[in-house]
Structures are given as structure tokens and as C-alpha cells.
């Protein structure tokens, strides 16, 4: 098997480019909160290292010399790159003086009184799978989110964002039950408590529920399944466990891989708990490993998925395990990343930058490997680009909008 590597800008590894999305599970609030901005921007952001900007401007390059992205399917009308499956939610980031521990009880009901006066507007951005879209359209890809809003005040502001962006969003309302309750339709939101040392504390209401937040779906609408049908690639994380039946989320796949569209999951903190789940979510978890075109997982990940501590041999497993699958991403953090083939082993190097805050730089990262794989960019290359977007993300505070200036500046 070959190995390639790339480091043509022989950055120290002193970032985490790329870490999952902090768990949404067991992060309990604050017993005090206050109502403060999330840090801003430092004045004219911090160091903007040179080899930041050349690998994403090259790799855009790169691409833009190969032409337009890889049709991806037979029929000729996958008009969209990219579609994401749920987490659709808003994410109110708030800043407050500690994280401590509370039972689950006092949780809920604190985040209860949270959400009976929610903040103001300006605490708000559109979190969870749009970080991800976010990312990809200011990389020049289409793409579409696949998931429920509901229709107050934070559906539309999800609605309103997105449509800004020039990103589409197709509902699932077809399978509603007149019986369920007005909150089963709500918006779901993400608290997103950060303390003075930027660490970061998330709640939501999917924390306490023993059924998927909205259980009222039992199938898959006829409106996702055109929209799968027409997109290059289905993205789908763990975290859709939260809200959707395993059944929905299979079915979700099998639409794709009929429709020729190419399956990317990542598992992330989720993996481990689907992996002890019901007998239902351990089915979908494997459906899921086994069928995805492309796995993303930091090495943490893939050890807890196969009982493999060494990084590479544990992508391999994964590799042998599935049947579709091409690509194994491990995102190593400081020590850069990992696409693991059936025939190669590539990596690339992290870039040494003042980090200010990671979120978001997952779902930058992941926009990056489906860039390169539209492109049929080279492995480094790819593994290069999505190490320097999930860097840039690094340099600025918050995800969402405040994503988007950065990936935007370094992409030009």
C-alpha cells in the first residue's frame, strides 16, 4: 500500500484543524447564566499564516483547472453537491462564568426556563448541519439541508439564513400526526454555554427524551427522497440518531445508493453510544459504516468503532468492513489527518495558527473532503485544503455566519 505525504509549507502541528462537533449529550448548563455576547473578533482577526491562504487558494485552483464537479450519478440532473441530512437546529450562544455539573433533573429545568424567555436575536446563529452547508456553498458548492424547522420565530430565522446563503431546505412535514403535541414541531435549539476559557457546554431538549426528537417521522418523505435523488452526495452524522427513528435514517442511505448518490457519514461522539444502543441503532450504525462511500472520524472515533488504537489500522478495519466504502478520513487534531483507500494511505500535516475557537471547524473540514471528492482532487491535496479550512475556522470566534467571512477570505 502507498503512503503519501505533504507538507510543503513545513508547518509545526500545533492545531486541532478539525475535532467533531462537541457532544450535544451530557454538558449540563450553568446554575447561573448571563446574558453576554459570545467573544468578539479580534481586531483584524488573528495571524493569518501564509500557508493558510496558499493551500486553500491552491486547492480551489486545483479545481477550478479540472473543471466543474463529478456528475455523481447516470441520470444527468444532480443538481446539487451537497445535501445534509437533519440537525437542523439554532444555536443560542451565550457566555457565562462556569460550567459546573448538575443532575439531570435540574437540567431540564433550567433549560426549561431558558427557553420560556428566549434571548435576544443577537445571541442567536444557525448551528448543527448548516455550519456544514455553510461552509461548502462559500466553497463554491450547491447544496441543499434535508430536515425539519418548525414555523416560529427560530424556523425562520433558519429559513432566513440559509435562503441568504443561497442554500435550499427541504422539510419534512409529510408524515405529521395530527395527535403530537405543539412542541414535537418546534425548532429544536442548541444552548451553547461558553465559560472564560472557551470551553464550551451544549443542552437541548433532544439531551432528554427517550424517543428521537421528532418521532412523529416514521418514513422517509417524498420530498427528501427527490432531494437525495437529485444530489451528489447524502451527508448524515450521528447526531441524526437524536432525531430521527434508525429506520428513517437507513432508509435515508438505501434512497441514496439507489439514486447514485454518494454516501458521507461520520459517526462522531454518537458512534460509541449507537454502538452499545438498541438492537435497532446498532443495525443502522452498521448500515451506515458498511454502505458510506466516505467515513470521517477522529482517531478517538475509530478506536471506540473498532478496539484499534493505531489510527491507520483502525481506517483499514473500516475499510475492509464496509462495501461501498473508498475513503476512511481520521482526524488526528494536532497531528493533521489521515484518508486511508483501498491501495493508499495519505496524510497531511496541521498548520501551526493561534487558535481563538475550534467550533465549527468539523463541519469546515468535512466541506472540504466533499470538495475534494467533487473535484477528484489528489488525497493530499484534499487532506491539505481540509486541514487549512478547518484551521482558518480556527483563527475566528464561533461558527454559523461568523464561519463563513473566514472560508470566504482564504478561498479567494
Not at 193 to 221: N, Y
Not at 340 to 351: D, L, Q, R, Y
Not at 357 to 365: A, E, Q, R
Request: proline share 7%.
Amino acid at each position: 500500500m502507498a503512503l503519501q505525504t505533504l507538507n510543503p509549507y513545513r508547518q509545526a502541528a500545533a492545531v486541532s484543524p478539525a475535532p467533531s462537533p462537541a457532544p450535544r449529550r451530557g454538558h449540563p448548563p450553568p446554575q447561573s447564566l448571563l446574558h453576554l455576547p459570545p467573544r468578539r473578533r479580534l481586531a483584524g482577526g488573528a495571524a493569518r499564516p501564509r500557508a493558510v491562504a496558499a493551500a486553500v487558494s491552491g486547492a480551489v485552483n486545483e479545481a477550478r483547472r479540472r473543471g466543474a464537479p463529478q456528475d455523481g450519478g447516470e441520470d444527468g440532473r444532480k443538481d446539487t453537491d451537497l445535501a445534509t441530512l437533519g440537525n437542523l437546529c439554532v444555536d443560542v450562544v451565550l457566555s457565562v462564568p462556569q460550567l459546573p455539573p448538575a443532575p439531570r433533573e435540574e437540567r431540564k429545568a433550567y433549560m426549561e426556563r431558558l427557553a420560556a424567555s428566549p434571548p435576544d436575536q443577537k445571541f442567536w446563529e444557525a448551528g448543527g448541519n448548516c455550519n456544514l452547508a455553510f461552509a461548502a456553498a462559500r466553497l463554491g458548492l450547491s447544496c441543499s439541508t434535508l430536515g425539519h424547522v418548525g414555523e416560529e420565530i427560530y424556523g425562520k430565522f433558519i429559513l432566513d439564513v440559509l435562503q441568504a446563503e443561497g442554500i435550499s431546505v427541504v422539510g419534512m412535514l409529510e408524515n405529521t400526526n395530527a395527535a403530537a403535541c405543539r412542541q414535537a414541531y418546534e425548532t429544536l435549539l442548541c444552548w451553547v454555554l461558553v465559560d472564560p476559557f472557551q470551553k464550551h457546554g451544549f443542552c437541548s431538549r433532544a439531551d432528554f427524551s427517550e424517543e428521537p426528537t421528532f418521532s412523529w417521522i416514521r418514513k422517509l418523505p417524498a420530498d427528501i427522497r427527490t432531494a437525495i435523488h437529485h444530489s451528489k452526495i447524502l451527508f448524515c452524522n450521528g447526531y441524526a440518531f437524536d432525531e430521527f427513528f434508525p429506520d428513517v435514517i437507513a432508509s435515508s442511505i438505501d434512497c441514496a445508493i439507489d439514486s447514485g448518490t454518494a454516501v458521507f457519514f461520520d459517526p462522531g461522539p454518537r458512534g460509541k453510544s449507537l454502538l452499545h444502543g438498541t438492537l435497532d441503532e446498532q443495525r443502522a450504525l452498521e448500515h451506515a459504516l458498511s454502505l458510506s462511500d466516505v467515513l470521517l472520524l477522529t482517531s478517538d472515533e475509530a478506536e471506540s468503532l473498532t478496539n484499534i488504537r493505531n489510527p491507520v489500522q483502525a481506517g483499514q478495519e473500516l475499510l475492509k468492513r464496509g462495501i461501498r466504502t473508498k475513503q476512511v478520513v481520521i482526524k488526528m487534531g494536532s497531528k493533521g489527518s489521515i484518508m486511508i483507500t483501498k491501495n493508499t494511505i495519505s496524510c497531511a500535516p496541521a498548520f501551526k495558527i493561534d487558535v481563538v475557537d475550534t467550533v465549527g471547524c468539523g463541519d469546515s473540514f468535512t466541506a472540504a473532503i466533499a470538495f475534494g471528492f467533487l473535484h477528484d482532487l489528489p488525497a493530499v491535496n484534499t487532506l491539505t485544503l481540509a486541514n487549512a479550512v478547518g484551521a482558518a475556522t480556527a483563527t475566528g470566534c464561533g461558527a454559523g455566519r461568523m464561519l463563513l467571512a473566514w472560508i470566504k477570505y482564504y478561498s479567494s
